[in-house]
T-cell receptor, first 113, second 111 residues
Framework: SQQGEEDPQALSIQEGENATMNCSYK?????LQWYRQNSGRGLVHLIL?????REKHSGRLRVTLDTSKKSSSLLITASRAADTASYFC?????????????FGSGTRLQVQP | NAGVTQTPKFQVLKTGQSMTLQCAQD?????MSWYRQDPGMGLRLIHY???????DQGEVPNGYNVSRSTTEDFPLRLLSAAPSQTSVYFC??????????FGPGTRLTVL
């Protein structure tokens, strides 16, 4: 079963708008990560937030983490057409001794130029 | 640095055939993993390794074998291919922080 579940499953916005994606997970974590996947390509790491952090920024990305609700959000500000991709959250699960990641089902983001 | 490399990029098998998907990394990472991604889905963990000679099962290990004889290589073997194994397979390596670096994937079709 998927540790992380994301919503929405798909999101379509106009260039310049902000995009927010949410992720929920089930077990305790050391960290939560967000990855991006362009169509037909491998995943690329975007940002990692540790369980003792509440918010983290990287360029146009802002990630929040609420461990009490077991949820995280990824905000992409001032979106561009090049941001069109699928975005996945991933957690270091207890089931793998925190040595591999469990991925959510992803949010497909379409940014219209 | 080539990062994580995977071969082949594409493969078509007939039911019952066996094959090995190759994965290599040149970053001296201890941790390596294999995932499969079905259409419209996230990644599911097949097997992982925390160092040479050490492997363990992930969420969907049935029908797959792995070995880790060196730090660099982590091949995935399909023992007797089935149509349900049609998928895209990704290999990844990681540092202690668990930030994973992914290969470009192998697209496998089993007829």
């Amino acid at each position: 079963s998927q540790q992380g579940e994301e919503d929405p499953q798909a999101l379509s916005i106009q260039e310049g708008e902000n995009a927010t994606m949410n992720c929920s997970y089930k077990t305790s974590i050391n960290n939560l990560q967000w990855y991006r996947q362009n169509s037909g390509r491998g995943l690329v790491h975007l940002i990692l937030i540790r369980s003792n952090e509440r918010e983290k920024h990287s360029g146009r990305l802002r990630v929040t983490l609420d461990t009490s609700k077991k949820s995280s959000s990824l905000l992409i500000t001032a979106s561009r057409a090049a941001d069109t991709a699928s975005y996945f959250c991933a957690t270091d699960g207890e089931d793998t001794g925190r040595r591999a990641l469990t991925f959510g089902s992803g949010t497909r983001l379409q940014v219209q130029p | 640095n080539a990062g994580v490399t995977q071969t082949p990029k594409f493969q078509v098998l007939k039911t019952g055939q066996s094959m090995t998907l190759q994965c290599a990394q040149d970053m001296n990472h201890e941790y390596m993993s294999w995932y499969r991604q079905d259409p419209g889905m996230g990644l599911r963990l097949i097997h992982y390794s925390v160092g040479a000679g050490i492997t363990d099962q992930g969420e969907v290990p049935n029908g797959y074998n792995v070995s880790r004889s060196t730090t660099e290589d982590f091949p995935l073997r399909l023992l007797s291919a089935a149509p349900s194994q049609t998928s895209v397979y990704f290999c990844a390596s990681s540092t202690d922080s668990n930030t994973q670096y992914f290969g470009p994937g192998t697209r496998l079709t089993v007829l």
